[in-house]
């Protein structure tokens, strides 16, 4: 398992993903960056993803992520397998990262995965995504990504079953934080508005 550090001073924003995606060289950087920032996947369930684990329709997208995380106790998968749902909205409320999404999985053959590179690759790509970005020796992985949407998430709104159910958790202890961070993530947005 990559060691990986996630400071709350490193969330990601929104704002900050688009220029990202705008960034990228390919579709398939595109859907990668995509991915993360949509369903927070851990970098191994990112990249065995195929077309079979998507369910599409016009006005929604579904993935079936199996988990790739054990429990250090029963040493057996925390939660089987997950089920994330995504509108579709059409016209200007379209969701780029989710229309992303579906335009590599339309375009991956049936049982190849829609990423067809390693965990590796993925590391590569968010650390070289987030020094053009966000700064020289900002080095990001898949990890923030997967850490801001669930603080976004939970400044949202979200409940503790939904926090768990979309991270994959065992318990909801490792929800408690993204709860914990939203006094830190109000003033980062107001660190960032040049209000503070």
């Known amino acids: 398992m990559p060691t990986y550090s996630f400071d709350i001073k490193e969330l990601l924003f929104e704002e900050d993903v688009r220029k990202m995606l705008d960034a990228c060289r390919n579709t398939y950087e595109r859907a990668a960056i995509s991915l993360l920032w949509v369903a927070g996947p851990r970098p191994i369930e990112a990249i065995t993803l195929t077309p079979e684990k998507f369910q599409i329709s ?56 829609i990423l067809p590179y390693s965990t590796r690759w993925l590391e590569k790509l968010t650390n070289r995504l987030g ?28 409940t503790l079953d939904k926090l ?28 960032r508005r040049g209000l503070d």
């Open 58 to 113: 016009q006005s929604r997208m579904a993935v079936v992520i199996a988990t790739a995380k054990l429990d250090g106790n029963t040493n057996e998968y925390q939660a089987k397998e997950r089920l994330l749902e995504f509108d579709r909205p059409t016209g200007a409320e379209s969701n780029i990262y989710v229309e992303t999404i579906i335009q590599a999985v339309a375009m991956t053959p049936s049982g190849k995965p």
């Open 131 to 158: 020094e053009e970005i966000l700064g020289k020796g900002k080095r990001i992985s898949p990890y923030h990504f997967r850490h801001s949407v669930m603080t976004w998430g939970a400044r949202n709104g979200w």
């Open 164 to 191: 768990k159910h979309f991270k994959g958790a065992a318990s909801y202890n490792s929800v408690w934080p993204y709860l914990n961070a939203q006094p830190f993530v109000v003033k980062l947005q107001l660190m």
